[in-house]
């Protein structure tokens, strides 16, 4: 029996306090399978009736630099905290620093954008949290895991667990 083979993970990510958990299985997963790893973060976009109002009073050029300002901001966090977690564990992560990481923003409902990043990136798996503020799957991560064609890896967060 042929195992799959997995080339490409996307570990998505919303830069919350529970994202270096979930990290740290995406790291491992693409580690032991040699593969690189996408970083996503979703920007949800503005909605009809700001985006309305938005083009009503600012020239499309000033629209389109803040939109781009902002991917940059949460590009440079997204490195910042990549380098945070290698730094802060690098007695345990020393042997994944080979592994490629690719941090990457896209704006979009989370759960089609995810999808689609993993289409058109070729993802072979992805690697995401589970639970909302109350504690409950989200309804993300369900429409996810409904809608993949490919493996979703859903990693429990907001609980302890054993080292």
């Known amino acids: 029996m042929n195992m799959p083979k997995i080339n490409r993970v996307l570990y998505t990510t919303a830069l919350g306090p529970h ?15 040699e593969a690189e790893l996408i970083m996503l973060h979703v920007i949800r976009p503005v909605g009809s009736m700001g985006e ?31 380098q945070e977690i290698m730094s802060d564990e690098l007695k345990d992560m020393g042997k994944y620093t080979n592994v490629v990481v690719r941090p990457m923003v896209v704006t979009g409902r989370y ?3 995810i999808l689609d990043t993993a289409t058109a990136e070729g993802a072979d798996v992805i690697v995401m949290g589970t639970e909302n503020r109350a504690g409950m799957q989200s309804s993300k991560t369900q429409r996810v895991i409904r809608r993949s ?9 907001g609980k302890q667990y054993p080292q």
């Open 19 to 33: 994202s270096r958990h979930v990290y740290r299985h995406a790291l491992k997963l693409a580690y032991r399978n």
């Open 52 to 82: 309305a109002l938005i083009k009503e009073y600012l020239p499309a050029d000033l629209v389109e630099e803040v939109h781009d300002e902002g991917v940059r901001r949460v590009m440079a966090k997204m490195e910042k905290r990549l």
């Open 111 to 113: 759960d089609q954008a």
């Open 149 to 157: 064609t490919i493996p979703v890896y859903v990693v429990p967060t």
